[in-house]
């Protein structure tokens, strides 16, 4: 199996900077896509940043130029540093990998069991 364990999470007042963490470990062969989703409450989940492996990313307009989204492929890690944080970006926040497993090279999008990211003073 594959597990999705994040970190980095809590309270931040406004302008505040704060840096989330994901690593995956189990039966990985290889990882495609990371990425970092967010929900906040009353609301449908949405994207918020992704990586391929080779490092192009891609972000949605509300988080561009704030956020940026890396990886160490060494780690099966992706991080998101999220700059300039507003009330707006309170939410849960999922990291995804799309990961081909061992033995099975069966590919499938995993995901972690989401951290609280609290924007407030």
């Known amino acids: 199996q594959v597990q999705l364990v994040e970190s980095g999470g809590g309270l931040v007042p406004p302008g505040g900077s704060l840096r989330l963490s994901c690593a995956a470990s189990?039966?990985?062969?290889?990882?495609?896509?990371m990425a970092w989703y967010r929900q906040a409450s009353g609301k449908q989940r949405e994207l918020v940043a992704s990586v391929t492996a080779s490092g192009n990313t891609n972000y949605p307009d509300s988080v561009k130029g704030r956020f940026t989204i890396s990886r160490d492929n060494t780690k099966n890690t992706v991080y998101l540093l999220m700059n300039s944080l507003t009330p707006e970006d309170t939410a849960v926040y999922y990291c995804a990998a799309d990961v081909r497993r061992t033995v099975t090279f069966d590919l499938n999008r995993y995901w972690g069991q989401g951290t609280q990211v609290t924007v407030s003073s």
């Open positions: 189990g039966s990985i062969f290889s990882i495609n896509i």
